[in-house]
């Protein structure tokens, strides 16, 4: 469902409407049936909502309309005005959507915008989708985020925190098991036998020799070097500045960077509409929009859904490449 009050409803509609276009896998929504047939209604979308008593049933119904499993609960919201009191009802869907695919009843999640400030109101405890799903998995602390779009993948070490505190969480530890998610992920989810990492340096010129700061060579560089001891293709400290133009990219699998921006910047710049957010370290594939709730056009009929599109159909690569590995994403080099 993601944020009730943002463009998620509107964006589920479309990607129904589209399904034929895009090939898309069937899918199903958690939601409110009631809530998107008005949605639909009022965009003006011929699009049949048809509630569904379980994930098997979507199948049959996908066909016929949108499928949507009911929350149990009536969800209401004004377009682009969010609420604390649908948090529960967000947190539900991600609940439910994690627990069929955890059952083997559905084959992935794809999660639609939520809004982290309504949530952090309500009591959230966590900084996003990617640690409350690695809690629902009975796994903190293993996921990683990945952003992917055609051309680049990029995994952030550190995420949401103040740029002023990056270079005192960056450690070599963090480092190096972020690299070994990202690298297990990319061999069971997108079938690279042998993945290559370059890994971002944090300051200009990734620290010029020490002269444009001491993280680069003082914990980046022994990080990597413990990666390649474990079999790791990973490469680097480089220069951020000259680690994303097309040379640069045909030598590796996934860019490792050392913060947020670094690695989402290139990502939205490269291509905006088509970036996709995949969480790895999971036992489920995850996959999202890469981009917000937009609550400032919610309501009118003006979102495109193109990064859902891409969403929903990595995700069915994603499973089925994980359904071929035979594994669950467990540790695939000696961490010894």
């Known amino acids: 469902m993601g944020e009730p009050a943002g463009v998620g409803g509107e964006l589920s509609l479309r990607a129904w409407q589209r399904r034929k276009d895009h090939d898309l896998p069937p899918f199903l929504v958690i939601d409110d049936p009631e809530r998107l047939a008005a949605l639909a209604q009022s965009l003006d979308m011929s699009v049949p909502v048809v509630p569904i008593d379980a994930a098997a049933s979507a199948f049959d119904a996908f066909e016929r309309g949108l499928p949507v499993l009911p929350l149990g609960a009536a969800v209401k919201a004004e377009p682009g005005r969010p609420s604390p009191a649908t948090a529960g009802e967000v947190l539900e869907a991600i609940r439910l959507a994690t627990s069929l695919t955890l059952s083997g009843e559905a084959s992935a999640v794809v999660t639609n915008p939520i809004h982290k400030k309504v949530l952090l109101d309500a009591g959230f405890a966590h900084p996003g989708h990617t640690e409350f799903l690695a809690e629902l998995c009975g796994c903190p602390g293993r996921s990683v985020m990945m952003l992917a779009t055609p051309g680049l993948r990029t995994v952030p070490v550190t995420v949401h925190q103040p740029l002023a505190e990056v270079p005192s969480s960056l450690t070599g530890a963090l480092i190096v098991e972020t690299a070994r998610t990202a690298a297990i992920g990319l061999q069971q989810q997108f079938g690279i ?142 961490h010894a």
């Open 193 to 334: 036998a042998n993945p290559r990492l370059a890994v971002a340096g944090l300051n200009p010129h990734a620290g010029e020799d020490g002269k444009l700061g001491a993280e680069d060579g003082l914990v980046i560089a022994p990080a990597v070097a413990r990666l390649q001891a474990e079999g790791i293709d990973a490469f680097g400290p480089v220069a951020a500045d000259s680690l994303f133009h097309p040379a640069a990219r045909r030598g590796y699998d996934a860019a490792l960077c050392m913060y947020h921006d670094q690695a989402l910047i290139p990502v939205k710049t490269l291509d905006f509409e088509h970036g996709v957010n995949v969480t790895l370290g999971l036992p489920i594939v995850r996959t999202s929009p890469d981009h917000g709730t937009a609550l400032d056009i919610a309501g009118e009929g003006l979102a495109s859904p193109v990064s859902l599109l891409a969403a929903i159909t990595l995700a069915g690569t994603l499973a089925a490449n994980k359904q071929a590995s035979g594994t669950e994403e467990s540790a695939a080099y000696d």
